[in-house]
């Protein structure tokens, strides 16, 4: 019998244990997590870690009372012996008074100046030096900023000009200055990072804006063409929205645009009802079930008469206003109440001195924020509409649909730079707080490309940013540590960088 078991031994090791495909060993998420940390990070990680020679991580206590003990010499050293485990305590000195044996961890240094009569509990305080980095750090767990980690998603090869999370976090959009929309999903994605589908809108027309439906079923692309597309989920066309005749004067009576579009916006309420402004100077809305005509015309004011592009356009968040940023650096707004017409109810005369290129209302619709070519950004109370609250200037804008995102819960708001030929800084991501108008935080993504869109994603509490001549970069913050979870996506032109953080 035992013959018998040696021959089956000897032809069982000549078999695998299991047949078909082998699975591959999957990488933890740590070492993910690990591979991916900022440059910026790693090297003040580096510089704090140079000066301990010791374990990284004993706290401070433990290093000092380590470094006494390696100090410390024995009072009769004998070089035959090894020594093995910790130093034997100090044998006592005869002229003490007292010849008690002392036990455990030698008593620190007294302090220049203190009475010999205090006696220290507890371990050493820490050496007291600048705070300028512990503020640092208390200010941003504050605000909680991701910018620990960061990936890169490639695939465009222009400036990335649109972006667009759905309301659960597993679908981006990105749209490009090549003319392209790529569908990146999260959940189903692998460790190549790519996009699961390409779309090509209109043949030569450039990616403007990108925006969900409320119900994340389908999704708006707006590129320079007079129409508008819709998709659903994944990336089948649903339709496209009419284009007006060019030669009918009054635009009132076209059934839609008739030059190419600027933005456009889902309702944050109905999913029937779209929002687009376009260079022919008017705004309008739709209903995605009829692509024929629109649902109503709007002529912004003008103080001459003539066509002047309206650049942008936004929703409140109840979806009860409407905002657009006209040509002539106006800023004009209107209530969607019953017998409303083109007359707008707010008008603010030449808030800028170049185009607008975004606007953005906050949660409970008492601010507005405005962003222009004119390099500046603009907080205004919609209260008291004269004068805006604050102007924050020195802000460099190159580019139609630079814009500005808030944080979700609303402390902070941010927008990008555009790079500049002589500058050193790069595309900056600049962080303000809401209620003390100032800035907070800069954070420098690239040093050749120029911070373009940026979005804050409320559910995930993620962040997204696009810029040019680079790569779509998405900065993450790791929300759990079985998933990680995108925070910030930044667009830099072709790519899309990726920063994460673990949530505490």
Sequence with gaps: MEDDADIYDGIRAQFPLTFGKQQKSQTSLEAIHNATRRSTTDAANNSN????EGLPSLSSSSQAWLDSLRNSKPSNPNTNDSLIGPPRPHAAVPDEDDGDVMVGPPRPPP??????????IGPPRPPVG????????????RYRIPMSNEIILKGHTKIVSALAIDHSGSRVLSGSYDYTVRM???QGMNSRLQSFRQLEPFDGHQVRNLSWSPTADRFLCVTGCAQAKIYDRDGLTLGEFVKGDMYIRDLKNTKGHISGLTCGEW???????????SEDGSLRIWDVNDFKSQKQVIKPKLARPGRIPVTTCAWDREGKFIVGGIGDGSIQIWNLKPGWGSRPDIYIEKSHSDDITALKFSTDGRILLSRSFDGSLKVWDLRQIKVPLKVFDDLPNHYAQT??????DEQLFLTGTSIERESTTGGLLCFYDRSKLELVQRVGVSPTCSVVQCTWHPRLNQLGIKAKEGHMCCTIQPLAREVLLFVLHVHLGRNLLMILRHRL
């Design 184 to 186: 990146f999903d999260f």
């Design 49 to 52: 870690n140079k000066t301990k």
């Design 130 to 141: 600048p705070s300028s980095d512990s503020d640092e750090e208390e200010e941003e767990n």
């Design 111 to 120: 302090g220049s100046g203190d009475d010999d009569d205090d006696v220290m």
């Design 267 to 277: 309702h944050p309420k109905t999913k029937e009802t779209i929002l687009t402004s």
């Design 403 to 408: 814009n500005i995102a808030f944080s979700p």
